[in-house]
């Protein structure tokens, strides 16, 4: 595998998914083998016990189910986050549980937040918008393909369902955007054709020179004929004097 290829699929590509996968689903485990609830350790906002839940909250999870929705999408962006920014990746994923969690003690209502959902509303919107700002057709595809199956999502930033953290949606989203802005990463230029060159002509293209001034095209071997012909065919100039009328004129 060549090292200077833009994307590359390597094991910490799809270790790190699997792992934060595995991570919220230990967690869920050990609470039903020893009869724990650890939902007291989510965001509970603007008190002071609460800020331990900007780390613990996205490892935490309700029900089965609710465990199960956030699995397969958090899996899936953090695979498209690690195999196509694979330089900011795990920067994104720190800053992201860090700030959203922050942004949801700051705004949510005085409930317990708990969930991956706010981390992955950070990776959507991340990888949209960061995807439209290196306008690199490979990472704009990602950023279509991304908002065509999680763009309803968009709906959920709003208080639109009981029981649901919009707020640690919102704080996702925001914070997603925030850092597509805010981090840079290397961009991929793709190779330039000699013809896209600044420095390149179009009469000294060696391939165009094979089409005559009505678009035919002149194989290799008619033209080394005509550039014969041209050669042989050297035109003398001859200026002939008449005597009589070079001494009349010196008379």
């Known amino acids: ?47 002071l016990s609460g800020l ?11 029900s ?13 962006l953090s695979l498209g986050l690690f195999y196509f920014y694979r330089s900011i990746a795990v920067k994104v994923l720190i800053l992201g549980i860090l700030v959203s969690g922050l942004l949801t003690w700051l705004i949510g209502r005085p409930a317990n937040h708990i969930g991956a959902s706010g981390l992955i509303y950070v990776l959507v919107s991340f990888i949209f918008f960061k995807g439209v700002r290196t306008k690199y057709y490979r990472l704009i595809a990602l950023s279509l393909v991304v908002v065509f199956i999680y763009g309803s999502m968009i709906w959920y930033i709003f208080p639109v369902k009981e029981n649901m953290s919009w707020e640690g949606h919102l704080a996702g989203l925001i914070t997603g955007i925030a850092l597509a802005f805010l981090i840079n990463a290397r961009l991929y230029i793709p190779k330039r ?3 896209e060159q600044d420095h390149y002509k179009q009469e000294n293209d060696p391939f165009l020179k094979h089409f005559d001034e009505e678009g035919n095209f002149v194989p290799s071997s008619e033209m080394e004929k005509q550039e014969e012909s041209e050669e042989g065919n050297v035109k003398y100039v001859y ?10 004129l010196e008379d």
């Not at 089965?64 to 899936?76: A, D, E, G, K, V």
């Open 193 to 195: 054709y000699h013809w």
């Open 1 to 47: 595998m060549k090292q200077n290829e833009p994307f590359q699929f390597t094991a910490i590509t799809i270790a790190f998914p699997m792992l934060i996968v595995l991570a919220i689903w230990v967690v869920y485990y050990l609470e039903l083998r020893f009869s724990v609830n650890l939902s007291s350790y989510g965001v509970q906002p603007r008190t």
């Open 64 to 76: 089965l189910s609710h465990l199960y929705h956030n699995t397969i999408p958090l899996f899936l």
């Open 239 to 248: 200026n002939y004097i008449d005597k009589k009328s070079k001494s009349n």
């Open 52 to 62: 331990s839940g900007v780390v613990f909250s996205p490892f935490l999870h309700s």
